[in-house]
């Protein structure tokens, strides 16, 4: 049966993007629509877009929906991306014509409640009224998670048989916490502010009531499905996922290999593959080039790419580099978010002249070349949902060093495990001594070409396709839901 997924987020990927989130439901729009699915996506109508995408094309359609006691315009637009998808922007430039999504300066913009609830009004309503009457909504993390509730709320004022809903986390730290009196602005009743519903120690929890009122959950691997049912990464939801285990479920993300791939790619210097590596030597050498560090082949080249963020251990990263620096190696960070952090890669720079490049902002192409010209790939994360650039870096041939935890977990094979089979080298503990110990295995690796090899090339063949993916979706979408 051909299904119609309106899909909803607050970042869509090559629209708007801020991490993995955008890089996900851009992905699975285009995976869904392949498999025959007829897709629908809806975002909000961000800065520059218009500009970019020409071919938009105005709704003959107005919103006009409550927010507390007002009503609050928006217009649509659209966008034939490809055969069976459509995305809708929903304009509103007060709330979205900004220079960032969610932030500017690291400084969250203040009405952020305000904007997202209305944003997921503008879905509910798009999902209610639109003549192409989607068979299932799926909705993305917080900013979009009101929406299960708005839809229960609207079946019990009239709206007979609403389709069901699907909620994907994709980062529980991320919950869209707001003082109690952002409650008002769902226009729900006071119902819904309770411990079993939006409600978290006195404040609104969008995500909460996701959680609380989709008919599935997903979350983007499985183990990190069973990691947040446990206290230690629940971000104290865990006792409702626990309540709603049996409708959640771990499905790992996959990998637009349309963009990350290693042999039709705009932004590397050469072209290579599992059975001619050798294109991805001049990668390393035009990277060393380009951010400034000695060029040559014979001293491994480590890299990150990462928002610089608490989860993302930076800070066991900062400890392991200054010990392990002293030996024969470089490393070139791609990053951007918290200054601290910054000003600690800035130092490890000046400790290791020639050793260490560091670039801060956003940068997709030097991304790419970065994937592209490391020998190894860190990420060490406290804690991965999936994490997109160890697959990424899988697919490029790029050894991953990865905390065993969530997404990292899932999709890497350990060296020390399994010489034969391994993709990547693991390691448990989160602390700087285990990392460094890791590095020291790359080292170690680097150093027996023969063995580099057959780890680089099982990397380059595991395969993350969406193609894969997707069914597991369209298996969730299908599990007809019994009426609550
Ligand atoms: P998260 O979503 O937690 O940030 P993921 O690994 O799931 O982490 O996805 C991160 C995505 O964002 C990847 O596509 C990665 O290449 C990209 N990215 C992160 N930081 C930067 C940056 N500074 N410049 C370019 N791309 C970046």
Redesign the pocket.
């Known amino acids: 049966m051909r299904m119609k997924v309106l899909l909803a987020s607050s970042e869509v990927y090559p629209f708007s993007?801020?991490?993995?989130?955008a890089?996900?439901v851009g992905a699975l729009a285009q995976a869904l629509a392949k498999a025959g699915q007829d897709v629908r996506v809806v975002t909000p109508l961000y800065q520059g877009i218009k500009k970019k995408y020409p071919d938009l094309r105005k709704v003959d359609w107005k919103f006009n929906l409550p927010m507390e006691l007002n009503w609050i315009h928006a217009e649509l637009w659209e966008l034939n991306l490809a055969r069976g998808l459509k995305v809708y922007f929903v304009d509103h430039p007060d709330f979205f014509d900004r220079a960032g999504i969610y932030q500017e300066a690291s400084v969250s913009y203040a009405d952020n409640a305000e904007r997202f609830i209305f944003f997921a009004k503008c879905v509910v309503h798009l999902a209610r009224y639109l003549p192409w009457r989607p068979d299932v909504v799926h909705v993305h993390d917080w900013q979009t998670a009101l929406v299960p509730a708005l839809i229960l709320q609207q079946r019990s004022e009239g709206w007979g048989n609403p389709p069901p809903t699907c909620l994907t986390i994709?980062?529980l730290a991320y919950q869209g916490v707001f003082p109690a009196e952002a409650f008002a602005l769902t226009n729900l009743p006071e119902t819904y502010f309770t411990t079993e519903s939006c409600e978290f120690f006195g404040l609104l929890n969008c995500l909460k009531g996701g959680i609380a009122h989709a008919d599935f959950i997903t979350t983007v691997s499985p183990r990190y499905a069973r990691e947040i049912t446990t206290e230690e990464f629940g971000c104290g939801l865990d006792g409702m996922l626990r309540e709603r285990e049996s409708k959640l479920i771990g499905i790992l993300?996959g990998v637009d290999y349309a963009e990350w791939n290693t042999t039709q790619n705009p932004h590397l210097f050469k072209p290579y593959s599992a059975s001619r590596l050798a294109g991805k030597k001049v990668n390393k050498l035009e990277l060393q080039k380009l951010v400034g560090l000695p060029v040559t082949d014979a001293v491994p080249l480590f890299g990150t790419?990462?928002?610089l963020?608490e989860?993302?251990g930076i800070d066991i990263q900062l400890g392991a580099l200054a010990e392990m620096l002293n030996t024969k190696m470089q490393f070139v960070v791609?990053?951007?978010g918290a200054p601290e952090y910054e000003r600690g890669y800035r130092d490890l720079a000046r400790q290791f002249p020639g050793k260490v490049a560091v670039?801060?902002?956003?940068?997709?192409a030097?991304?790419h070349q970065i994937?592209a010209g490391c020998d190894f790939f860190l990420?060490p994360s406290r804690f991965?949902?999936?994490?997109?650039?160890?697959l990424?870096s899988l697919r490029y041939g790029t050894i991953p060093i990865v905390r065993a935890t969530g997404g990292l977990d899932d999709s890497v094979l350990d060296w020390t495990q399994n010489a034969k089979a391994a993709t990547g080298i693991k390691f448990s503990e989160y602390t700087s001594r285990s990392l460094a110990k890791a590095i020291r295995k790359a080292l170690v690796l680097f150093n027996q070409p023969k063995l580099l090899r057959v780890c680089q090339i099982n990397a380059m063949k595991m395969d993350f396709s969406w193609e894969q993916t997707v069914e597991h979706y369209l298996e969730v979408y299908r599990k007809r839901v019994e009426p609550s």
């Not at 993007?17 to 989130?21: F, H, R």
């Not at 991965?384 to 160890?390: A, H, M, S, Y």
């Open positions: 993007k801020t991490g993995g989130l890089d996900m994709h980062n993300n790419i990462s928002r963020a989860q993302k791609l990053g951007s670039r801060f902002g956003y940068d997709e030097l991304a994937e990420m991965e949902p999936c994490g997109l650039n160890q990424y």
